[in-house]
Structure formats: structure tokens, C-alpha cells
Nanobody, 115 residues
Framework: QVQLVESGGGLVQAGGSLRLSCAAS????????MAWYRQAPGKQRESVAR???????LYANSVKGRFTISRDNAKNTVYLQMNSLKPEDTAVYYC?????????WGQGTQVTVSS
């Protein structure tokens, strides 16, 4: 059973930066497109960035130019560098394959951006 563990969240002021990490219990990244998702209170979970096995990336319009997704297959880890954070980025952030697989959802990591 694969486990995905997200880390790196926290409280930051608007305009600040955070780097999220997602570590897998075993090698899956080289096989799949991986993505970062977020869920804000009262809203549905949404995909914000994804990265293909070849390194191609795609971003939601709301984060384009501010967030960067990357992967290190040797370390079984996916990253999300978040710059110029806004209060509307406040959410629990999760990683999963794209499209997501229900069994892979982890606990997520909370990101809170204060104004």
C-alpha cells in the first residue's frame, strides 16, 4: 500500500513563500503524473498543479506564475514552491496522482496565509 505524506505547510503573511513536500512510501512517481490539490473550507478539492513523468507541467490559472511544481523520482518526492502567497491560497494541500486515486489521499498539510 502506497502512502503519501505531505509536509511544509504553515502560517505565512501575504506575499510570503512556502515549499511543500510530498514523500511516497515507495516508488510510484516515475510511473504517474503527480499533482498537488487543495481544499479550502466550504469548497471542493481542486487541482492546482501537476507534473508529468517527463516533467511537463500544468497550473491552475489562480496559481500560474506564483507556484512551481517539481519532482525528484530518486527521492520519491514531489515539491510545490509557493511564492507571492495570497489569503485565498489558504487551504489544506494534498498530493496524489492525476487523476487522483482515492486510496492515495494523505492527511494533507495546512497552509494559512494572513492578510
Amino acid at each position: 500500500q502506497v502512502q503519501l505524506v505531505e509536509s511544509g505547510g504553515g502560517l505565512v503573511q501575504a506575499g510570503g513563500s512556502l515549499r511543500l513536500s510530498c514523500a511516497a512510501s515507495r516508488q510510484i512517481f516515475s510511473l504517474y503524473t503527480m499533482a498537488w490539490y487543495r481544499q479550502a473550507p466550504g469548497k471542493q478539492r481542486e487541482s492546482v498543479a501537476r507534473i508529468g513523468s517527463g516533467g511537463d507541467t500544468l497550473y491552475a490559472n489562480s496559481v500560474k506564475g506564483r507556484f512551481t511544481i517539481s519532482r525528484d523520482n530518486a527521492k520519491n518526492t514531489v515539491y510545490l514552491q509557493m511564492n507571492s502567497l495570497k489569503p485565498e491560497d489558504t487551504a489544506v494541500y494534498y498530493c496524489n496522482k492525476f487523476p487522483p486515486y482515492d486510496a492515495y489521499w494523505g492527511q494533507g498539510t495546512q497552509v494559512t496565509v494572513s492578510s
